[in-house]
């Protein structure tokens, strides 16, 4: 397997991709117009959309993190929503004055429309902002793919941010890995520029030793990105601040809480480099910064339009190798180009972690994601005939003289060879496809893999047919009574995520305009069990409950589960078994409909199931 | 070492000089399509007629709408330049192929070409500059035409093709045809790789004054190296990274921020360093990360190397005379060779990208390797699913309708067997669209072979599947436009189509399930309508055609089966070839009682 692909270092090529693209240059243009102008900026070039924040607007409030899910307005669903399984994690969290900064945008009127005007007429979006208003741009970003994600546009979101600070925990960066949103960031950071490393000295010290230190830096800052002039003065005022700032990072006693998401590419005198890995990126900040200046840590926040400028021509220099001869593999030459191209080559000190780190980013997946994705596949058709066994279960219940259904005959199963043998090969399918998810949200397979229809088919079948094994298992042990029903607290996040592989799925016009004329071979919803099993819980609930208020409440509740039951059997949503004549289903039918009649307070709206035709 | 062209790329050296001469004479005569002429060889005193074409310098016969002129092209005389998978058809610069349609009507009739073909002499197409594509384009035509195979040389070519187009070239064994001169900094070779600008104007100006004769040292543009340059090196990084296996997405959303060219180089390339050396290259793969790294700025200015792009242009005659027949001539392909490295002036970087190169190809191979085994485990299951057919035949039902009714063991046991297969051969399917194949893997006999067995074999149980559950309630016929038939069966009976030379959709002999199960339900709905009339004969012309050739298999004639109960009940009306199918069944019965298969 190391053969197979450890032997090429891309991230210098990658950046080199980056530089030769128009979509740098075009972003600084725009990020300086909008520092100059100190107000959004918007665009367009072929197509593109570009909307430039300000870096020079000053943020207020207080320079701690908040927790996303704190927020009232609920800024970034998807990055809130958590999971059940992620409960242990901290929430992911961001600084707190560059969300009020943002929300100051956000809040505005003309903030939405703005934005929505100018990604109506294009094909694409670039986001992004110098310094504070990187961040912004960030936040913006996120929005926006939020946004998207709401209505399912496919719209290219991309933010470039030049000499961004750090904007988050890391719950947040992992959030935005879980979403696959991690490649839409690109943060370009300068050589030593200072901003971007703000927040890796521990904020307890940051703020104990100076409690304006940030504000202050921002004001000075933002007058230095208007006018030339000030310069020296600033300077002169800035240098003992960072100095004391530089000494208590390297006391490191306290490890700094922000963390980078996305990509980071760094610039160097000598060329360039393109790092995704959280760790490495932030190791990376320190590296490239130990041989800084307090001056060249101001003046690189500054240069952002050289860098970018030098990039686009430097690429086709042809650059030598200044150590000697090239190491003889590849892996490592390219290594070896790298942190060349980070300005590291000539300090043995700096060099070899610099070289470390990038193979650290490296090791996370060293297999491609094509080969990945066919060796996956490989094992889904080795899991196959675990999933047969429960379709042929499935019909074999089905047929049984019992005529219960898969359903309840796995639910009732006995201590029996074959129910054990289907309870396994759940356990077996469970683990492959957690096994999928987890490669996915950590970019180990090709990015467009969830539009291959087979993934998305083979998942989306998996969960119909499984999941109500999974439901019955969960009333059989009685997880109910100790965890509370199983659509709130059992579900496994899989199949939340493999409902949101289905919704989005690119739909052919063929699809869902079809009448069913014949029952569907599974039922459409995969939770429908669960549903049945809440229902049968208010029933139970009703027959003992004596307050006329609450009584109402379930009854409502067994309505909407009544008219949403009708209306899947009559689309013929629903598979054979949840009809079969002894199936919870029918049984609860009939008892309602038995227990209505007694009350005789509300009509029936079952008719169908008293006189039993459509039972087969 | 050791080597000359000629023994390279498999022409005499004495071919190439002449060639080149013609290619520079015709390019400057446009008041002529082409040119020909008789070589003769010294040796073996054969001869080999060249034809060389005529170029423009005119902006619209370079660019067009929609950028950088993308034209779909496999359509009557390119139908072999398509993927066979889903990769669609190979796309070309729209206005080049205008101009050789302009061209090949004459090229056609010209007497020279019969009289060569005639006395079985080599046919060469050359071209130099904007010529180089119309002697591409004609090449192929003729290769499509199967006449004997002309062999093509260009000199300071644009780029043509696509990467479907280079794909379909070497999946056709093609690829050695094609012969193509670069010297290490002209800029024509490069230009495709740009879109059309008004530094390609520029350029083209410069170089239309220059051969007019009006202006024998017309001014030369400047500014235009960085920006062709730079969108070529877009390119290049963005392939490199691919082939390095980078596996960041950025790398794809980046993409969709930019239009990158389309255009790949593919045939073999000779590059002439300037020095009287020359490196012959067939790697694609590699040919491009050269284009652009060998003509990379080093200790010189940008505008000496801009001047340099340019004066190369015109400097194939007299670089060609120094060094063919000289021995200095490097062969990359298997491995880089660190002296042509230098020669080429590659940096290291550079030298990465080749290793990147040269390992994809090894990789493919490799995976080719790792693919025996699969291949294997298919003709297990085909095996196994032999057996189960001929258990079922016993039985008297078949195994199609054995298996929709699914009541015994073995039913599900080839069920298991079905999706087994089908995942391999989505897996192959998958691979192929990443191109981490071989390109002529899909031409293989071998493979077509096994496809074809597994199609026949296996698709009928797909498709009484798909009626079993009564699928085409939810989705529609199996067999419509781009409906729920399996992809991987669509591209299988694709590569026997394309193999056998034959219409995309006359293999479909494995459909003759489905076509039976649609009939018997439409006649349901719609009763016997004209259209459904026309529909049976076809399903009785193609059992009796498919039955002759063994195409189809002939359980479907047991007396059981859904086929014959299904013919059976027809009104006699319907049934024109009635004598001829009952005579059929009625052999097969037979066939069963005496318990022995033809």
Known sequence: ?616 | MGETVGNLIGLNDEVIHPAATLAVEAHNSPSKQFLVKKIKIRHDLSSVVVFAFSGSMLPKDWSGQPTFAKTEIATGEFRSLTSLNDGGDAVVNGSFLRRFKDVIGNLSKAKELKEATEKKRQVVFAGYSSGGPIAILATLYFLEKQTPSPRCLTFGSPLVGDRIFGHALRREGWSDYFTHFVMKYDIIPRIMLSPSSTEHEQILDYFKSKFDRKNINPAPPSGFYLTVMGNASSVASYEACRLMGCRNPSLDIIKSFIELSPYRPSGTYVFCTGNGNLVVVKNPNAVLQILIHCAELGESNTAEVEKRSLDEHSAYLSELKDCLGMQAVVSLDGGPATATLNDLGLSPQAMLCLQAAEEFENRRSRNLENFRKYLEKVEVELEKMRKYKENAQISRLGYYDSFKLQNEDDDFHANVSRLELAGIWDEIKEMLKEFELPDDFEKKREIIDLGTKYRRLVEPLDIANFYRHSKDKETGAYVIGGGPRPKRYRFIQRWLEHDEKKSFGSRSESLFWADVEQLGIDIKKKGYLQEIEERIQQVERNLIAWIGDRSLDDDVLLENSTFVKWWRDLPPQHKPKSDRIEKLIGEMSERVTQGTKI
Not at chain 1, 120 to 147: C, D, Q
């Open chain 1, 1 to 616: 397997m190391d053969t197979e692909t450890s032997l090429f270092e891309s991230s210098e090529m990658l950046a080199t991709f980056l530089s030769s693209t128009p979509v740098l240059q075009d972003s600084w243009r725009l990020c300086s117009l909008a520092n100059t102008a100190a107000t959004v900026v918007t665009d367009h070039v072929r197509g593109v959309a570009y909307v430039a924040f300000p870096g020079t607007v000053l943020p207020s409030g207080e320079a701690n993190l908040v927790a996303l899910d704190g927020a009232p307005d609920g800024l970034f669903p998807p990055l809130q929503h958590r999971h059940a399984q992620h409960q242990n994690e901290d929430p992911p969290m961001i600084h707190a004055a560059i969300l009020d900064h943002f929300r100051s945008f956000y809040t505005s009127t003309t903030f939405h429309n703005q934005i929505l005007a100018v990604i109506e007429k294009s094909k694409a979006v670039v986001m992004t902002g110098h310094s504070m208003g990187g961040a912004v741009a960030s936040l913006s970003a996120l929005w926006l793919l939020s946004y998207l994600q709401s209505i399912t546009s496919p719209l290219p979101v991309l933010c470039i941010t030049f000499g961004s600070p750090l904007l988050g925990n890391d719950s947040f960066s992992r959030a935005i890995l879980r979403e696959r949103w991690a490649g839409n960031f690109c943060h370009v950071v300068s050589n030593h520029d200072f901003i971007p490393r703000l927040f890796l000295a521990p904020l307890p010290s940051l703020s104990a030793h100076h409690p304006h230190f940030v504000l202050q830096f921002w004001q000075l800052l933002m007058n230095i990105l208007q006018s030339d002039s000030e310069r020296a003065k600033i300077f002169g005022f800035l240098l003992p601040y960072i100095q004391e700032w530089v000494a208590n990072m390297e006391e490191e006693c306290v490890k700094s809480p922000f963390s980078p998401f996305g990509n980071y590419l760094f610039f160097s005198e000598e060329g360039a480099v393109c790092v995704d890995d959280a760790a490495a990126a932030g190791k990376m900040l320190e590296l490239m910064f130990t041989k800084a200046s307090p001056g060249s840590s101001i003046e690189d926040h500054l240069k952002y339009g050289d860098y970018t400028e030098k990039a686009s021509w430097q690429l086709l220099m042809r650059k030598s190798f200044t150590l000697g001869e090239p190491p003889e593999s590849s892996y490592e030459a390219g290594l070896a180009l790298a942190v060349q191209s980070c300005g590291l080559a000539n300090q043995e000190s700096i060099s070899g972690p610099a070289k470390d780190c990038l193979k650290m980013a490296k090791r996370v997946n060293r297999l491609s994601p094509h080969l990945n994705a066919a060796n996956l596949s490989i094992i889904l058709s080795k899991n196959v005939p675990y999933r047969a066994q429960i379709e042929w279960y499935k019909a074999s219940c089905d047929k049984s003289d019992d005529q219960m259904g898969y359903y309840d005959s796995f639910k009732l199963r006995e201590a029996s060879k074959k129910g054990a043998k289907i309870n396994m090969n759940r356990y077996l399918l469970a683990g492959f496809w957690d096994n999928v998810i987890h490669m996915l949200e950590s970019n180990q397979l090709p990015h467009d893999f969830l539009k291959r229809e087979k993934w998305v088919n083979a998942s989306h079948f998996y969960k119909l047919l499984v999941e109500p094994l999974d439901i019955a298992d969960y009333y059989k042990n009685g997880m109910h009574l100790t965890h509370g029903h199983y659509l709130k607290n059992g579900r496994e996040e899989r199949y939340e995520i493999f409902d949101r592989w289905w919704k989005e799925r690119e739909v052919g016009n063929e699809e869902n305009n079809r009448r069913r004329t014949t029952y569907a071979s599974l039922t459409q919803d995969s939770c429908f069990w669960a549903r049945v099993e809440e229902a049968r819980d208010w029933l139970d609930q009703i027959r003992s409950e004596s307050d006329m208020r609450r009584s109402a409440m379930l009854w409502q509740d067994i309505d909407s589960f009544e008219r949403y039951a009708t209306r899947l059997v009559e689309n013929k949503e629903v598979s054979m078994d949840v009809l079969a004549k002894n199936s919870s289903f029918t049984l609860l039918m009939e008892e309602l409909q038995d227990f209505k009649s007694k009350t005789q307070q509300f009509p029936p709206q079952f008719p169908a199931f008293l006189n039993g035709e459509m039972v087969p």
